[in-house]
């Protein structure tokens, strides 16, 4: 079981290039992309989260069931789904305004324990920023950790909620000795500072920096580095690309049962090859579609 822990939001997305263009409503959140993603591609995933009861709630969770994910670990409460205006570029990158004062997902409370059979807890984006719940998040990768579930997490940088990043970079240091797979954009890691060695030397055993259209590449705590291109599509925006890399490189391996301390880097090139150009082709197909709807199983078969 694959649990994922974090926001699930509404993306206001534009239905048309242009300023003044109508917003549609599309399901998204950094995690809930990433545990949807999961369930398209076959893995067994959780979703550990607090969703509004309100009609964007209410879809948000019809989309976990949808994609086979288990929501027991999914608490419901009647403040309002936290909406996200995107803004798309020309190049298909998106930006964000959040409007999230009182909003469910901030009052998410650690539970006891983890689903029965949990392997792997992934966390990131908004929920690792607003507090409360940022503190209960971060209580879960603590604990998680400690009893050595495998954990993961992809910061997800969205500045306009971070009102001291000095201060939250000093926190992501603090938790990088709780997290077994550190996965980010090149974005992210300029903005946060410091290098893949050395946040591998503070506990991940392996960091992946994705470069959009350029690929990813993979550092390792053995000094192993692996980097594949990016796969060549038509872009129609990047939203869900990144929580489709990590879903990817949750699901792949999970396959090759390397989901330990030692499993990535036990990988080598040829097995960090294939798992990198499996993540590419999946995020290359959510780039192909608006919003974040990414791939099942049978569409990487095809592509």
Known sequence: MIVVAGEALIDLVPSEPGALAALAPRRGGGP?????????????????????????????????????????????????TTLAVASIAADG??????????????????????????????????????????SAYEELMRTASAQGVFTTLDPNIRAGLIPDPDAYR??????????????????????LGGTPREWLASGPSAVVITRGGDGLTAFTRDGGE???????????????????????????????DALSEVGPVGLGADGWGELLRFAAR??????????????????????
């Not at 709780?178 to 974005?187: G, P, R, W």
């Open 170 to 191: 000093a926190r992501f240091k603090s938790w990088l000795p709780s997290v077994s797979l550190l996965k980010l954009s090149e974005e992210d890691a300029r903005w």
């Open 32 to 80: 809930y992309n990433t545990a949807v993603a999961l369930g398209r591609l076959g893995s067994r995933a959780a979703f550990c989260s607090r969703i509004s009861t309100d009609a964007f709630g209410a879809a948000l969770a019809d989309g976990l069931r949808e994609a086979g994910v288990d929501v027991s670990s999914v608490q419901r409460g009647a403040e309002p």
């Open 282 to 303: 999946a995020a290359a197909i959510t780039c192909s579609r608006a919003g974040a709807e990414p791939p099942y199983a049978h569409e990487l078969d095809a592509f």
């Open 93 to 134: 990158s998106a930006g964000y305004s959040f409007y999230v004062e009182g909003t469910a997902d901030r009052l998410f409370s650690a539970p006891d324990r983890l689903p029965e059979g949990a392997r792997v807890v992934s966390f990131g984006t908004c929920s690792l920023v607003l507090e409360p719940g940022a």
């Open 226 to 256: 692996y980097s594949v291109p990016g796969e060549p599509v038509d872009v129609v925006d990047t939203i869900g690309a990144g929580d489709t890399v990590n879903a990817a490189l949750l699901h792949g391996l999970a396959a090759r």
